[in-house]
């Protein structure tokens, strides 16, 4: 309150915004942050129960077995995460989920002084980036299925009359394919992913939203910090946006002669 | 048509200058009170969906004495400074701390209840003040009064800072071992302390004693006055010391007058 107002087009405090700088920063810094990790975790997660949801099997036993241990958790997974909403995800994550593996006092799998500083130093991020992974896993799974499924049952068919295994067909011949039309999906999701980390704030993560709630906080103005993180958050996704449209360019030049 | 309307409208016009001649406009007004609840036992939610509490019983004193009709409708903290701004609300009662800063933007009733932030804690734990805080995770909630004393000990931007939106869910991080401290308004943080065997109270004689008062929109001077009016009449026929009593289980202290 010391500082002098710095008024800009005559009613946007800049001061207020200048006075938690940092807090801008750091929220920009781990807002990106979290949404690489999330993008890429959610992917490899994606990318397995995709394939688990496809699995198949030729014998009658393996067939059952396929299906029960495969083809249904994965379905019940996607069923849920897709089923229910993140910001009650999140929460649900940070005050019951992670408190039951990682408690000071008797977690599962850590406790004591550990489970004391993880939670402290890395609680929020470490929320953050489970919950949004693995929501964003079950999203990636269904465009990886789409995916997989476009591509014409004889493209694997000849792969494996040429003597490629199951993997090496996928790998080699079928998920390059699939990959080229699965861009634009899974560049819709990298910029909703980005979008969602927001919702993270709510358990104390310093990210973007984060930074605005604290301002508006603190002096009860709403348009400076929340016109300035849409500002932030509009930029980002561009930025994306113009990579996913860089890479569908790149990997499309195969088709185009 | 044109004729149709326009004959409506003054009958309108007859009827509405009517009304404004038999009873006073401020009678027929009902005024939409803003409270947060989460806040026991200043405002919470009972089982039957009703918000109750302290803050509750004192408005719904204050208006019956005022002569004006209220209804309580419960808006999330961070947002309920907005929700006065733009009209959706015309009186905030929730455990709010009348402050410099909340004074420049939003006008204030007389105090209704003296506050002093308290600090949370692990049962095991050596903190005997604010200062041996330092460079430990603090939990508050957001623009809170305990986020206000927290900034200013430690810095504003500091990363040890971490803001929730309700007590509930400081408290809960603060069980669950994520802050070594939580900061709130002693009324709240004792409450809820009390729900937690782990954890203790730590009272600071050095933090200020602080008023709630009840927040109308700048320039609202006639409906500050009415409550004003109101509040002085249920402490001078002991209604205050009643409910004071009902939701502390203490005597009221004196109240500061204008």
């Not at chain 1, 890429?40 to 067939?63: E, H, K, N, Q």
């Not at chain 1, 850590?110 to 500083?117: K, L, N, V, Y």
């Not at chain 1, 919702?199 to 910090?225: D, H, K, N």
């Not at chain 2, 402050?99 to 420049?104: A, D, I, K, L």
Request: hydrophobic share 45%; net charge positive; proline share 4%.
């Amino acid at each position: 309150m010391d500082e002098p107002q710095i008024l800009w087009f005559g009613w946007f405090r800049a001061d207020i915004i200048k006075e938690y700088e940092p807090l801008f920063w750091e929220g920009l810094r781990m807002t990106v942050g979290v949404t690489v990790v999330c993008i890429l975790l959610g992917t490899l997660l994606g990318l397995l129960l995709g394939l688990a949801r496809l699995a198949d099997a030729r014998s009658p036993v393996a067939r059952v077995l396929t299906r029960v241990l495969l083809r249904w958790p994965a379905t019940v997974y996607v069923s849920f995460f897709r089923g229910t909403p993140l910001f009650v995800q999140i929460l649900l994550m940070h005050f019951a989920v992670v408190p039951l593996f990682m408690n000071p006092a008797d977690g599962w799998l850590i406790s004591g002084d550990t489970a004391r500083d993880l939670r402290q130093n890395y609680g929020a991020v470490i929320t953050g980036i489970v919950s949004l992974s693995l929501n964003a896993g079950a999203y990636i799974s269904e465009i990886f299925r789409a995916g997989i499924q476009s591509i014409d049952r004889g493209q694997t068919e000849a792969a494996r009359s040429l003597g490629l295994s199951y993997g090496q067909a996928m790998y080699h011949v079928v998920l390059p394919q699939a990959f080229r039309r699965m861009l634009p999906p899974l560049g819709n999701n990298a910029i909703a992913l980005l979008k969602d980390s927001s919702l993270v704030s709510a358990v104390g993560l310093g990210e973007l939203a984060y930074a605005a709630r604290t301002v508006a906080g603190a002096y009860s103005r709403y348009w400076e910090p929340y016109l300035t993180i849409s500002v932030m958050y509009w930029l980002l996704t561009l930025l994306l946006a113009w990579g996913v449209r860089h890479l569908e360019v790149r990997y499309g030049r195969g088709d185009s002669r | 048509m044109t004729i149709r309307v326009r004959a409506l409208s003054c009958v309108l016009a007859v009827a509405a200058l009517a009304t404004a001649g038999v009873v006073p406009a401020a009678a027929q007004r009902t005024y939409v009170v803003g409270s947060s609840a989460t806040y026991p036992p200043f405002a919470y939610e009972n089982a039957q969906k009703q918000i109750v509490g302290f803050d509750v019983d004192v408005i719904n004193a204050i208006a019956a004495k005022a002569g004006i009709r209220v209804r309580l409708v419960n808006t999330p903290f961070v947002g309920i400074f907005a929700s006065l701004n733009n009209g959706d609300i015309d009186l905030v009662v929730s455990g709010v701390t009348i402050n410099e800063r909340r004074r420049q933007s939003y006008d204030f009733t007389t105090p209704y209840f003296e506050a002093r932030q308290l600090l949370a804690v692990p049962a095991s734990s050596t903190v005997t003040r604010l200062q041996d805080l330092a460079g430990k995770k603090i939990a508050v909630v957001t623009g809170s009064t305990g986020d206000d004393v927290a900034s200013k000990a430690f810095g504003k931007t500091s990363a040890n800072i971490r803001r929730f939106d309700t007590t509930p869910l400081i408290i809960a991080e603060l069980a669950n071992g994520g802050v070594d401290a939580a900061i709130g308004d002693n009324g709240v943080i004792a409450y809820r302390v009390r729900e937690h065997k782990t954890l203790k109270t730590v009272d600071d004689a050095s933090m200020a004693k602080e008023y709630f008062g009840i927040a109308v929109k700048q320039g609202n001077a006639a409906l500050r006055d009415t409550l004003n009016k109101g509040l002085a009449a249920i402490i001078a026929d002991g209604t205050y010391a009643t409910i004071y009593r009902t939701w502390f289980k203490s005597e009221p202290p004196t109240l500061p007058k204008p």
